[in-house]
């Protein structure tokens, strides 16, 4: 069946620090790809998306590439904020149904 | 924007009690889902539906069911809950359809709630 992985946390940053956070897949068919951001005290927000091979989603100055050849969807941003401190899934979907990574919690100290 | 909202952000039951978790979407949304979320785990599907009435399995169906009866209300039920349904719940809510033959629409997620079963 369909899965994703992505890397275990918690993550721990400094304002204006590089972020990443790889996630990679495994599904039949050509599934779209999902970064999904959940605040504290918040349900999920779609942070980003991508449909196809090589499409980039991009949002509030995160961006992941949908690279086929490595079955990955890795979550990028170059200065991180302490705002942006929360829990990023990844997930794809096929037909109806979301897969979900275990989530990675990100913590930006000022 | 669309709006999903759910009737409680905690609730406390205990072993054995039926529990009702409501679910409401403002957007004509055909599409359902009830999640629930664990540490580690990340969302794992219970249940779907993608139409008044119809309903499917997720990934972790045993120990609840759903209900359908109006297009924008979605319900979990725990039969007889139990302490290992200590979660957090969440709804979602989609609109159908493909953008080049492959599903593309987001799903909408509720602020959750935090079920305790003593």
């Known amino acids: 069946g369909d899965s994703v992985t992505q890397m275990e946390g918690p993550v721990t940053l400094s304002e204006e620090a590089f972020l990443t956070i790889n996630c990679t897949y495994t599904a039949t068919g050509y599934p779209s790809l999902f970064w999904y951001v959940q605040y504290p005290g918040e349900g999920l927000q779609l942070l980003l998306k991508?449909?196809?091979?090589?499409d980039k989603g991009s949002n509030k100055g995160f961006e992941a590439t949908y690279r086929k050849e490595t079955t990955s969807f890795h979550l990028e941003k170059g200065s991180v904020q302490v705002s942006d401190s929360a829990v990023y899934f990844c997930?794809?979907?096929?037909?109806?149904?979301?897969?979900f990574g275990a989530g990675t919690t990100v913590t930006v100290r000022a | 924007d669309v709006k999903v909202t759910q009737s409680s952000r905690y609730l406390v039951k205990r072993t054995g009690e039926k529990v009702f978790l409501e679910c409401v979407q403002d957007?004509?949304?055909?599409?359902m889902f009830w999640y629930r979320q664990d540490p580690g785990l990340g969302l794992r599907l219970i249940y779907f539906?993608?139409?008044?009435?119809?309903?499917e399995k997720g990934d972790i169906p045993e120990g609840y069911s759903v209900s359908r009866e109006k297009k924008e209300r979605f319900s979990l039920i725990l039969e007889s809950a139990s302490t290992n349904q200590t979660s957090m719940y969440l709804c979602?809510?989609?609109?159908?359809?493909?953008?080049?033959?492959?599903?593309?629409?987001?799903?909408?997620f509720g602020p959750g709630t935090r079920l305790t079963v003593l």
């Open positions: 539906s993608y139409d008044v009435k119809m309903k």
């Open positions: 991508a449909t196809k091979a090589d």
């Open positions: 979602a809510s989609s609109p159908p359809g493909t953008s080049g033959g492959r599903p593309n629409n987001e799903q909408f």
């Open positions: 957007m004509d949304h055909e599409n």
């Open positions: 997930a794809l979907r096929n037909d109806y149904k979301l897969s």
